[in-house]
T-cell receptor, first 116, second 111 residues
Framework: EPEVTQTPSHQVTQMGQEVILRCVPI?????FYWYRQILGQKVEFLVS????????KSEIFDDQFSVERPDGSNFTLKIRSTKLEDSAMYFC??????????????FGDGTRLSIL | SQQGEEDPQALSIQEGENATMNCSYK?????LQWYRQNSGRGLVHLIL?????REKHSGRLRVTLDTSKKSSSLLITASRAADTASYFC???????????FGTGTRLTVIP
């Protein structure tokens, strides 16, 4: 069964540095998402992406964050000037259609980001 | 806030028993979904119930939805040790594409 893959599985970065988290969504999916989960807390929506542009974003997704689909397969999340509170698991997800079509989202195993 | 709340926060049962987890949410939805998360892993989709459905089954899973009470329950029958995980409900919001997750129930099934 096709899977969403994320790399790296664990990223350790100094505070203030930039990080890029990478995701390869399922190939025939059209909607892409990033979520984060701070240790011990709930999964929080960051951003959704469709047709090469952001379709929705949460309050968390401020100017520090950006997303890109640089080619036909990768979907990246860039975090600039990382802060200690950015430490979390970051999950990528994809779905074939939007939620209006009652679609489940398929999640990767996440990237654990640790800011030192 | 759209976000749901599950209860209980933690549940410990013996293998073979049934486990029931509840979820409440706040606004109108297209659907409600249940996901499972093993420790340190991603979320695995279990079942989706549409807002016009009241009950749905998938294998040992039974989900109910009461839109008048804005609540859902997930029943796992004949639990197994391998069912040990965290279970989250997630709702969308009419017109939106993102999911709002609840706080999760940590289920432990004792062999």
């Amino acid at each position: 069964e096709p899977e969403v893959t994320q790399t790296p599985s664990h990223q350790v970065t100094q505070m203030g540095q930039e990080v890029i988290l990478r995701c390869v969504p399922i190939s025939n999916h059209l909607y892409f998402y990033w979520y984060r989960q701070i240790l011990g807390q709930k999964v929080e929506f960051l951003v959704s992406f469709y047709n090469n542009e952001i379709s929705e974003k949460s309050e968390i997704f401020d100017d520090q964050f950006s997303v890109e689909r640089p080619d036909g397969s990768n979907f990246t999340l860039k975090i600039r000037s990382t802060k200690l509170e950015d430490s979390a698991m970051y999950f990528c997800a994809s779905s074939p259609k939007g939620q209006g079509f009652n679609q489940p989202q398929h999640f990767g195993d996440g990237t654990r980001l640790s800011i030192l | 806030s759209q976000q749901g709340e599950e209860d209980p926060q933690a549940l410990s049962i013996q293998e073979g028993e049934n486990a029931t987890m509840n979820c409440s949410y706040k606004t109108s939805i297209n659907n409600l979904q249940w996901y499972r998360q093993n420790s340190g892993r991603g979320l695995v989709h279990l079942i989706l119930i549409r807002s016009n459905e009241r009950e749905k089954h998938s294998g040992r899973l039974r989900v109910t939805l009461d839109t008048s009470k804005k609540s859902s329950s997930l029943l796992i029958t004949a639990s197994r040790a391998a069912d040990t995980a965290s279970y989250f409900c997630a709702t969308d919001r009419t017109g939106a594409n993102n999911l709002f997750f609840g706080t999760g129930t940590r289920l432990t099934v004792i062999p």
